[in-house]
């Protein structure tokens, strides 16, 4: 029977930011076309974290009966450690994704936005298909389109429609640079476990880059996510002070590129979201100033 202290550690905090900062982005947004909705920016961050939260138990589950976590590097994982049931976790993932679901048609009935509805069952449909069912599209290279995908325009643009009604340039330029900080920690996951994942013939865009590539590919996704800002900075000069991350961005960047041992790329997961955290609270900033 696994611990609280476990299924904590299982439900993987550090990529909580990642759920996290594509709605305060979707929200700046909202607030920068006027129309800043409290009660459903909640909801939509409550949606993001169950899906994250979710789809964590769901890939700890379905690894975990592969055999692919029997070996790690990493933080704990429930299954394959050992620590609990493989049914205690699906029905952990299952819990969180419905819980989600319940929160999801919530935000839809308040915004009168049905058609998302649609989006919520793929995004469901994602978390669980990542590493689970018969073809997981997580073995094939694919996750990290479908992270890019869901925590970039998804969760960002889903957001700032279900509060405005409408998309905007800031809002489409942040979900993209959002989404790149997203891969580039779902990078650092997989660079720290090509190894392993290359023996069990989980196929990610790590193991099929190679280890040089990938590490460097993290560093351009990085600095992509701060260059597109640019494109912003004509209309609304203070997103520029999404720049301060610099300084923060390159300890990470150099641990990727230098680090030998596998062991020491795991604090780039915290380090990574914390990252895209505060960039989207420079860009909340920026959109707040831009009003004044």
């Known amino acids: 029977m696994a611990t609280v202290g476990q299924w904590i550690e299982g439900a993987r905090l550090r990529t909580l930011p990642m759920a996290v900062a594509p709605v305060?982005?979707?929200?700046?947004?909202?607030?920068?076309?006027?129309?800043?909705?409290?009660?459903?920016?909640a909801l939509a961050a409550f949606v993001a974290l169950l899906l994250q939260i979710g789809v964590n138990y769901a890939n700890d589950?379905?690894?975990?009966?592969?055999?692919?976590?029997?070996?790690?590097?990493?933080?704990?994982?429930?299954?394959?450690?050992?620590?609990?049931?493989?049914?205690?976790?699906?029905?952990?993932?299952?819990?969180?994704?419905?819980?989600?679901?319940?929160?999801?048609?919530?935000?839809?009935?308040?915004?009168?936005?049905?058609?998302?509805?649609?989006?919520?069952?793929?995004?469901?449909?994602?978390?669980?298909?990542?590493?689970?069912?018969?073809?997981?599209?997580?073995?094939?290279?694919?996750?990290?389109?479908?992270?890019?995908?869901?925590?970039?325009?998804?969760?960002?643009?889903?957001?700032?429609?279900?509060?405005?009604?409408?998309?905007?340039?800031?809002?489409?330029?942040?979900?993209?640079?959002t989404g790149l900080i997203a891969v580039a920690l779902l990078m650092a996951n997989n660079v720290r476990d090509i190894p392993t994942d290359r023996k069990v013939g989980k196929r990610t865009l790590a193991v099929r880059l190679g280890d040089r590539n990938a590490r460097r590919s993290y560093v351009v996704m990085l600095g992509l996510s701060l260059a597109i800002m640019m494109f912003l900075a004509p209309a609304k000069p203070w997103v520029l002070l999404v720049l301060l991350l610099i300084p923060f961005m390159?300890?990470?960047?150099?641990?990727?590129?230098?680090?030998?041992?596998?062991?020491?790329?795991?604090?780039?997961?915290?380090?990574?979201?914390?990252?895209?955290?505060?960039?989207?609270?420079?860009?909340?900033?920026?959109?707040?100033l831009t009003a004044l």
């Open 24 to 41: 305060i982005i979707g929200t700046a947004a909202a607030y920068d076309l006027g129309a800043l909705h409290w009660g459903r920016a």
């Open 61 to 177: 589950y379905s690894d975990g009966i592969r055999g692919t976590d029997e070996v790690r590097v990493g933080p704990l994982r429930l299954v394959g450690s050992g620590a609990a049931a493989p049914r205690q976790v699906k029905m952990a993932a299952f819990t969180a994704l419905g819980l989600a679901m319940v929160a999801g048609l919530g935000l839809v009935i308040l915004s009168q936005t049905w058609w998302l509805l649609l989006v919520g069952a793929g995004a469901v449909l994602a978390a669980w298909g990542y590493t689970g069912g018969k073809n997981p599209y997580g073995y094939m290279g694919l996750g990290d389109v479908l992270v890019f995908f869901f925590f970039g325009p998804v969760a960002t643009l889903g957001t700032t429609f279900t509060q405005a009604g409408a998309v905007s340039p800031a809002a489409l330029l942040g979900s993209v640079a």
């Open 250 to 288: 390159l300890m990470p960047s150099w641990l990727m590129l230098k680090g030998k041992k596998r062991k020491s790329l795991i604090p780039l997961l915290k380090q990574t979201g914390l990252l895209n955290l505060g960039f989207s609270v420079l860009f909340a900033a920026a959109m707040v």
